[in-house]
Structures are given as structure tokens and as C-alpha cells.
């Protein structure tokens, strides 16, 4: 009996076919194993019983870094000839194309190759590329699939005699490890001054690069998907960091020696440290302990520091030479432009750093460090990129014959590819409004294009933003737009992820163009996916920004735009006048412009962006998210306290309730007008000013109670509507759901209320998951 097996999932990259190889020898069968584009083909004949056996074992002792989507075993009754098969072999893989191939992510280096990478009688001994079957760079150095060497950059390093044999040898453990390489036959690194000039190479280049970072030099790294900065965690060096980078407050990402030494400064539960000791070694965002031991300008203002643990050979070796325990190892990218991956970009954009450790391995697919926070004790996306990118993500879109694009928003950005219903969610993209990073999301489109053997995009998805760069994108890969809205993508991403089709969803961030035109961004919104029934049941009442944009980096004047509903113009500037960028002029300007129309904005972040303000916390902008980060930092120190009382004031106005939220381009969303509920921004944001200005509490605990009666507020709304419509799950999503505080209060709220709570997991909950809820429009629009 013939049996043909074809496995599909993450099956290429990570030792499944050797694992299959020791699998039929260990029963005895005979046939062959091989890569297809878009699966592994197994052939096997033997006696039945051990068949049914290898059948058992290859799902239940799979290599750990693979993943079974789906097997389909046909069986041919017609008794083979003798010697059609004479052993079991590992056959050349096929070109053929199904749309089912799952392309492995770069991962940490293995334990079994940490082991020789400090064995001193090994070939491999501190060499900074030592990789298998189960570890290191896929993605980064992928050109078009199947996936074999001569398709990766690593074609350009011819293997040694020794490094073949392994290679060639089923039973080893590089069998067919398509990145095997070594000192004598691999790539290399080398050190050099910021001037160009080579100063050492091999090993010695990265035990000095070690010596120069501990005399407190600034080095560029090249690594996996890109290059890092880094430098010593000490006041000096962050400063004078910043000061290159022009990153006046961002936090820095650092890179801990080991767990004991991050123990040294953060807290770490076990569920923590299961993540960020994972095959995946994400940045984790943890909390600081106080007092920290290390440069508070590392995140100025934050209760926060993201940490990683070493993930490559690399970083093992540099470590073992430093006497430093952290290392600074931020993205080597100015604000806003992509992260550096070229040996000669980095000699053109980078001369700023002293010294520059670089290898001659060509990085075809540029990756970012994903970051990962826990909320509410959940691990949650705050960028899915390496380890994880270009895993597909398991979701309620339905297999069909349609290939979909989704664009995005601007910022945060990522874009969504959809085949034959797995939806594959690119890397980090970034702030699109910069020329150089839509050149890189172009490329980075065209990448998996080929990865995935798309010819073409039968639907595209983008933002209502009509000003967006990704909208105008849309035009350049197909003629079939839709453009969906922000905030209801926010909600589709989140049941897509949950495989859910019906719930009422708390979408809280910055900024997103609204349905009317005007910029939403603190919405309560009822989704039902299968009798396409889409509601705006309420939000945070409508506020004018003042400037536009500028209301958005200068959160005073979202704060003065606020206040001026309830208070004269003269209270504020005798309280703020020494924090106004041109004092009494600017407020002539901001009076004026109150007194005009205006956009107007239901934005959470706005709100929280002025309160920070008003509490003297954050009177600038200098990175997305900035004043609400602090403040969320100050609200941690008074939210054990007991909650200031303040009013909840919920209105009923009539609005555009009832639409589609997606239209096909240059499109208009109409609807139907109801009964929509406002949250009073005005009357909550008076009372904090009011005790603020009373003292009648610290900072902390206004920050606590203020953020608490929000949310309170827009749970009531939310509450009340899964009583109207019979629902029972409840959902946070959008970049608020990062902050700690309010997820708990709309957690608890649903316990309370016997509801199901949604939350991210798989998707990240702000912007980065926007492109997939609009990919999730893919089984519904226009007869999908």
C-alpha cells in the first residue's frame, strides 16, 4: 500500500523533513520526503502497522518549531513493485504552487548550539553564526520560496567540506539547515571606524567592540533583520545618545545579559519570563524597580523599561567579552525613517556613531524586535514582527479563491496579505507619512508577493483617511478599493482574532477619521459579522482641536480647548502661561480659534493627552503616545488608593447611528440617524482641573480617579447596549487597550456582568493591527 501524505504549515525551515527521514527509518518504511512550495510530500510503503504508527508520531513528536495546519493522506491500493522504493530517502524540492506555503520566522539561537558556541573543542567556537534546523534567521534572508538555500542570501557562502557533510548527513542535526555555515567557509564579521576603515575582524572584531562598548563608545550593530545601536546603560552615554538620535524622550530598548541581571532592575513573573525566554525573544515590557539602577533617561518618565534577553550567537559572544550586564540596543533608524539593513546605508546614515560591527551577509527582509506588553496578566502585541512575521494568524476569515491586500493606517503600520483564507500580517512597517517608509512597505509588499506567488490582488483594503499615503497606496495594486473605518477595523481585528462574529467593542485611541468626517477616537461600537449590522452606539463627546495637528504635539491646547467650555481663558493662562510655547500670543490664537469652527475630535488619547498636561506631567509630544505613557505612569502610583468621586455625565444626542463602515474608494458612508449616547469630556476633565487647582489631591490619585470614571463611563455605555442587542462578549481595542487601568475596569465590568471579555493576543491591539481587521472584510464585501 502507497500512502501519499502532504503536510501544510509552518513545515520547511525547521528540521521537519530530517525529522520525517529518522521517523521511517525508526519503522522501517521506505519512500521519500519532500519540499513543495506550498507543503511537505511524504510517499511511504511498508507493513500497515508501522505506517499507522509513523502517522501517529508525526503529529504527536513534531519538531518544536513546526506547526500542522492540515494533512491529507491519499492511499494507493495497487501493491507497489519491489523496487520502486529500496530505501527512504530526502528527495530535491518540487516547484509547485498551492497558495498554502508558511514561510519560518528567525528565531533565538538553540540550546544545542549555545552549547558549542562555548565549547572550546568545537569547530564553532564563538563563531556568531552557529545555527540549525531549530534556530536562527529564515525571514530576514529569504528570497521566494521553497525554502533552499539557493533562494536565501546564504547562496553567496559556498559550504566547507565539513559543513556539507553535515549537510548532507539525514541523521545530523544541520541536515539540510539551509544558514549552515562556519568560520572556514560562512560569513564574517569585522569592526570598523565610522570613517569606513576595516580595523578588525572575526572574533577579535567582537571582543573589541565589547571593550569599546564598556569604555563607553557608541557602536552600530548589524544582526538578524537589521542593525541595533547600542551603547551603556549609564546617564552619559543614553544622553549623548539621544542627543544623535534626536529621540529627546523615547525610551530606549536595552539588552540584559541574562535573566539574573534584568531581575537586578524589573519585575518578572513566571509568565514573563516564559516569554521572554521563548524561541521568539521578544522586547517585554516591564516594570522598573525603585529605586533603578540604571539611567532613569533610558525611559524618562515611564514605570516601564523594554527588555530583551541575547536571541543570536552574536550576542552570546559580545556579552561574554563585556563586563557590562545591559547594553542600550535600540533600532538604528532616525525618528520616523526605517531601520538601517545596508553595509553602505549604515556608512552613509550612521557616521554619527564611533564605531560600526558589521557582516557581509545581505539581509533581504528587513525585521524589527517585536515588543510584547502583559495587561491585565496577558501577554499583548505592541509590534508583531520578528519571531513571529511571516506567521499567519488564525482567524474566522473563510478559504476562498480571492487574494486580498489591506493597507493599514498611517502610523504603526503593517499591512495584511489574505490567501486561500490565512491571513499573513507583515512586519513593522512604521510611520507611512515618511517617503522612505512607503518605499520600504512598497518593497516589503512586493517581498511577500513573491514569497506567497501572488500575480495579483483580486481586493484591496485601506483607511477612510482620504490624506493618508496608504490610501492613495491602494490605487497602485488594484482596482477594487474599499476603504474601511479605523475604529471599526480596531473591532473587526479583535473578533477576528477571537473567532468571534458579534460584540459590542470599547475602540479607544489617538486619532482615526470618522463616518462623518470628523476624527473619532473614543467609540463604543456594536459589530455583528454575519447579519452585517453595524452600530455606533456612543462615544466621548466632541472637542475641538485646536490647530489640528499641532493639538496633537502641544496637548495644552487640547486641554485649553476643554476647559474653555466651563472656564474663562485668563484661568488658564495665569496657570499655564510659563508652559505656552509663545505665551500671551498663543493664547490670543487658541481664544480665536475656539471661537471658530474646528475639527472636532471624540478622541480617549486627546482627553488623556490633557489631563497629562494639565497635571503638569507632559506639556510636549515628542513620540506617539507620550503624554498618556506618563500619565498612566503617574496613575500607577495612586491607584491603590481610593477613587476621588466624580460625576459620570452621559447625554443622548441624535446622530448618524446605523451604517456599512466600509465603501468602495473615493466612496461616502451614509446611514441612518438614532439615539447615540455622549460621554461628557468637558464636565470630567473640569472636575480634575478643579481639584487640581484645589488641592484637594495629589497628582497620582486625580490621574487614577480620572482615568477610572472614563472608563467607567464608557462601560456604562457599552453595558447597557449587550443588554439592548442580547450580547454576550464585550471588547477592548485600539492603543488604549495598552494601558493597564482601563483594560482592568472593563475586565472587571464584564466579570461583574457574567459577559465574556475580548482582549488581543495574537493581533496587536493599536494601530499594527489595523490592516488585519480590515483583512477580515475579506469574506464579506461584495459577495466574498
Known amino acids: 500500500m502507497l500512502h501519499v501524505i502532504r503536510v501544510k504549515g509552518v513545515v520547511q525551515g525547521v528540521g521537519f523533513r530530517p525529522f520525517i527521514y529518522r521517523l521511517a527509518h525508526n519503522y522501517g518504511l521506505k519512500g521519500y520526503v519532500k519540499n513543495l512550495s506550498s507543503a511537505v510530500e511524504i510517499v511511504v510503503s511498508g507493513e500497515e502497522g508501522a505506517i499507522r504508527a509513523f502517522l501517529r508520531d508525526l503529529k504527536a513528536k513534531k519538531p518544536p518549531l513546526s506547526r500542522i495546519d492540515h494533512i491529507s493522506i491519499s492511499i494507493n491500493p495497487l501493491p507497489l513493485e519491489e523496487d520502486s522504493f529500496h530505501e527512504f530517502k530526502i528527495e530535491k524540492s518540487k516547484e509547485e504552487d498551492e497558495g498554502g506555503v508558511v514561510i519560518p520566522p528567525d528565531i533565538s539561537i538553540c540550546a544545542e548550539c549555545e552549547k558549542e558556541l562555548f565549547n572550546r573543542s568545537n569547530r ?9 534546523t531549530n534556530c536562527g534567521q529564515r525571514f530576514s534572508l529569504i528570497e521566494k520560496t521553497p525554502y533552499d538555500r539557493e533562494h ?21 542535526r544541520r541536515y539540510h539547515a539551509q ?56 546617564d552619559e552615554e543614553v544622553l549623548r545618545l539621544r542627543n544623535l538620535l534626536r529621540r529627546k524622550e523615547q525610551p530606549f530598548a536595552i539588552m540584559a545579559r541574562d535573566v539574573a541581571s534584568l531581575r537586578g532592575f524589573s519585575f518578572l513573573s513566571k509568565e514573563e519570563e516564559k516569554v521572554i525566554t521563548s524561541f521568539e525573544r521578544p522586547i517585554l515590557v516591564l516594570r522598573k524597580k525603585k529605586p533603578f539602577p540604571l539611567s532613569e533617561y533610558l525611559a524618562p518618565g515611564l514605570h516601564t523599561i523594554g527588555v530583551m534577553l541575547p536571541y543570536s550567537p552574536l550576542h552570546l559572544v559580545l556579552f561574554s567579552f563585556a563586563q557590562s550586564s545591559s547594553f542600550v540596543m535600540t533600532s538604528a533608524n532616525l525618528p520616523d525613517d526605517p531601520m538601517v539593513i545596508d553595509n553602505e546605508e549604515a556608512l552613509r546614515k550612521l557616521r554619527f556613531v564611533d564605531y560600526l560591527l558589521m557582516h557581509n551577509l545581505k539581509i533581504i527582509n528587513r525585521i524589527d524586535d517585536s515588543v510584547i506588553k502583559f495587561i491585565t496578566g496577558s501577554p499583548t502585541f505592541l509590534r508583531r514582527s520578528r519571531g513571529f512575521v511571516p506567521l499567519d494568524v488564525p482567524s474566522l476569515i473563510p478559504i476562498n479563491d480571492k487574494t486580498t491586500l489591506s493597507l493599514g493606517a498611517e502610523l504603526l503600520n503593517t499591512f495584511t496579505i489574505v490567501k486561500n483564507g490565512k491571513a499573513t500580517i507583515s512586519q513593522h512597517i512604521g510611520n507611512t507619512s515618511n517617503y522612505d517608509v512607503l518605499l520600504f512597505m512598497r518593497e516589503a509588499i512586493e517581498r511577500l508577493k513573491l514569497l506567497f506567488k501572488v500575480d495579483k490582488f483580486d481586493r484591496i483594503f485601506c483607511d477612510l483617511h482620504p490624506r493618508y499615503n496608504t490610501t492613495k497606496l491602494a490605487l497602485e495594486y488594484g482596482d477594487k478599493i474599499y476603504q474601511v473605518q479605523h475604529h471599526f477595523a480596531h473591532a473587526f481585528s479583535l473578533l477576528g482574532e477571537n473567532k468571534d462574529k458579534r460584540a459590542v467593542v470599547i475602540s479607544c485611541d489617538g486619532m482615526g477619521y470618522g463616518a462623518d468626517g470628523q476624527i473619532w477616537g473614543g467609540e463604543v461600537l456594536y459589530v455583528d459579522l454575519d447579519e452585517g449590522e453595524y ?32 472656564h474663562d481663558s485668563a484661568e488658564f493662562f495665569e496657570r499655564y502661561a510659563e508652559r505656552l510655547r509663545y505665551r500671551g500670543r498663543e493664547l490670543e490664537v487658541m481664544e480665536k480659534q475656539w471661537k471658530d469652527e474646528a475639527i472636532m475630535t471624540s478622541s480617549c488619547g486627546r482627553v488623556l493627552d490633557a489631563l497629562s498636561a494639565i497635571l503638569g506631567i507632559c506639556y510636549e509630544r515628542t513620540y506617539e503616545g507620550e503624554p498618556a505613557m506618563k500619565l498612566e505612569a503617574i496613575a500607577e502610583e495612586g491607584k491603590e488608593r481610593e477613587v476621588l468621586k466624580m460625576d459620570i455625565d452621559i447625554s443622548e444626542e441624535v446622530e448618524m447611528r446605523e451604517f456599512v463602515p466600509y465603501v468602495e474608494y473615493e466612496g461616502r458612508i451614509r446611514g441612518k440617524k438614532g439615539v447615540v449616547k455622549v460621554l461628557s469630556t468637558t464636565s470630567l476633565l473640569g472636575e480634575a482641573f478643579e481639584m487640581w487647582e484645589g488641592k484637594k489631591g495629589r497628582k497620582e490619585r486625580i490621574a487614577a480617579s480620572f482615568i477610572y470614571h472614563l472608563t467607567k463611563g464608557l462601560c456604562e455605555i457599552a453595558m447597557e447596549a449587550c443588554e439592548e442587542f442580547n450580547v454576550r462578549n464585550i471588547g477592548f481595542s485600539g492603543g488604549c487597550a495598552y494601558n493597564e487601568m482601563m483594560t482592568k475596569v472593563i475586565r472587571d465590568e464584564a466579570k461583574r456582568k457574567g459577559l465574556k471579555f475580548l482582549r488581543h493576543e495574537k493581533v496587536p491591539a493599536g494601530d499594527g493591527g489595523i490592516s488585519f481587521g480590515q483583512a477580515v472584510l475579506s469574506g464579506i464585501v461584495d459577495g466574498f
Open 124 to 132: 564553532r567556537y564563538l563563531y556568531p553564526f552557529t545555527n540549525c
Open 152 to 172: 536565501t542570501s546564504m547562496r553567496d557562502f559556498k559550504m566547507c567540506k565539513l559543513c556539507r557533510s553535515e549537510y548532507e548527513n539525514p541523521l545530523d
Open 179 to 234: 544558514t549552515t555555515s562556519c568560520a572556514a567557509c560562512g560569513p564574517l564579521y569585522f569592526l570598523m571606524s565610522n570613517s569606513g576603515e576595516r580595523l578588525y575582524e572575526g572574533c577579535e572584531a567582537i571582543r573589541e567592540a565589547a571593550k569599546l562598548l564598556d569604555e563607553g563608545k557608541i557602536i552600530a550593530i548589524k544582526g538578524f533583520g537589521g542593525l541595533h545601536i547600542a551603547c551603556k546603560t549609564e
Open 535 to 566: 452600530e455606533r452606539l456612543g462615544h466621548l463627546e466632541y472637542q475641538k482641536m485646536l490647530g489640528g495637528d499641532l493639538a496633537t504635539y502641544f496637548p495644552l491646547r487640547m486641554a485649553f480647548s476643554i476647559l474653555r467650555n466651563i
